[in-house]
């Protein structure tokens, strides 16, 4: 897709104040450069674009944004934040914050955003909009673990609300009760924060990249996939295959654009699109999926406001559906600059 490019603008770009990345990426290895290269893809190619890109840095205090704020007089705020003061619902505060200043940002907006991160609440709404998604329970930190008995094994036990597969491995797929007790009290005590256990789906395992608002746009559906798991082991994202290369190439995994019949990509299409609305997404999104044995697909979660790094997966999908890596930061400002409150 080519668009003619927005006219430059003045933007804040906002991210976490560990993750303000340095003016050049000289001498540096891959590793170091890892943990920003979303604020450095990102920023850089804003500048290529003719952008004035200014930077904010925040961890715990507002003050930083508001000076930043009153200082760049910013057109838009492009948002990288997950967390606030090391609380990943917090994000969802900041875009308010955003909103009663009257500034438009890029990215998801406060309600999709607070759907999205709970994997409960937002598998709740979809059932209610008939969409599949695996069936589960909630567990709170303190109360003990009676599974309901609709809930048959074998069931996959995670974070309710924390990211990046923390507390998952392969024993996160349990098949007892006492597992089970055993995996919910491991998160509890690793979180904080309560566990969900839902159906494990055997299967594929899907991504879906969504850009827009009120009209989107889906890319190519990708798949993981792992060349040398061991025998019996399950196909799952475990916390050692996101933050281990070592381990990652040990599995051979791989994202790949995933091969699905028309009939089945027609359908992942349209389930994502009604999920990405019915959970007041904006912004842009990647929906993780499984497809069962059966052709099935159910939503695992959403992901409002994904890695944008250059190469990786979110990015690429949407490359390999013919939109570059300049066009699609534009589509984001567009659809942030679009954006109306909801009031
Ligand atoms: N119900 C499920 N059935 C099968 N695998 C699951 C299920 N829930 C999670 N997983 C596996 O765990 C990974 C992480 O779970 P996910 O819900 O995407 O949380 P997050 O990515 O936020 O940590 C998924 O990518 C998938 O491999
Ligand atoms: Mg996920």
Same mark, same amino acid.
């Given at each position: 897709m080519s668009l003619r490019h927005l006219k430059p603008r003045r933007i804040l770009?906002?991210? *976490?104040?560990?993750?303000?990345?340095?003016?050049?990426?000289?001498?540096?290895?891959?590793?170091q450069i890892h943990p920003w290269k979303m604020e450095y893809d990102v920023k850089t190619t804003l500048e290529q674009?003719? $952008?004035e890109v200014h930077t904010v840095g925040l961890y715990g205090?507002?003050?930083?944004?508001?000076?930043?704020?009153?200082?760049?007089?910013?057109?838009?705020?492009?948002?990288?934040?997950?967390?606030?003061?090391?609380?990943?619902?917090f994000d969802q505060h900041l875009v308010s914050y955003l909103e009663l200043l009257k500034i438009p940002y890029t990215g998801c907006n406060p309600r999709g955003l607070t759907l999205a991160h709970d994997k409960a609440l937002s598998k709740?709404?979809?059932? *209610? $909009?008939?969409?599949?998604?695996p069936e589960f329970a909630v567990f709170e930190v303190g109360r003990k673990v009676r599974r309901p008995a609709?809930?048959?094994?074998?069931?996959?036990?995670?974070?309710?609300?924390?990211e990046g597969s923390v507390g998952i491995s392969r024993a996160s797929v349990v098949k007892d009760d006492k597992s089970l007790a055993r995996r919910v009290e491991i998160l509890h005590r690793r979180t904080g924060r309560p566990a969900i256990a839902e159906q494990y789906i055997a299967g594929r395992e899907l991504y879906m990249s969504i850009v827009g608002n009120d009209r989107v746009k889906t890319f190519t559906p990708w798949?993981?996939?792992?060349?040398n798991l061991p025998a019996g082991a399950p196909n799952i994202a475990t916390s050692k295959l996101k933050w281990s290369y070592a381990h990652q190439e040990e599995v051979g995994?791989?994202?790949?654009?995933?091969?699905?019949?028309r009939t089945e990509a027609r359908r992942l299409d349209d389930l994502s699109k009604r999920i990405y609305h019915a959970l007041s997404l904006t912004g842009y999104a990647r929906l993780d999926f499984r497809m069962s044995e059966a052709g099935e697909f159910y939503l695992l979660e959403a992901n409002p406001n994904p890695c944008l790094a250059f190469g990786?997966?979110?990015?690429e999908a949407v490359e390999t559906a013919g939109t570059d890596y300049e066009t699609l930061l534009d589509l984001i400002l567009r659809q942030g600059l679009a954006y109306k409150v909801a009031v």
């Open positions: 770009a906002l991210m *976490h104040e560990a993750l303000v990345p340095p003016e050049s990426i000289e001498g540096l290895t891959d590793e674009m003719g $952008h205090d507002l003050d930083p944004l508001r000076q930043a704020i009153e200082r760049v007089e910013p057109d838009i705020v492009f948002n990288m934040l997950e967390e606030f003061d090391g609380q990943p619902l709740q709404i979809l059932a *209610h $909009h008939d969409i599949p998604v609709r809930l048959a094994f074998p069931l996959l036990v995670k974070s309710l609300i924390d798949e993981m996939v792992m060349k995994l791989s994202t790949v654009p995933a091969k699905l019949t990786e997966d979110f990015a």
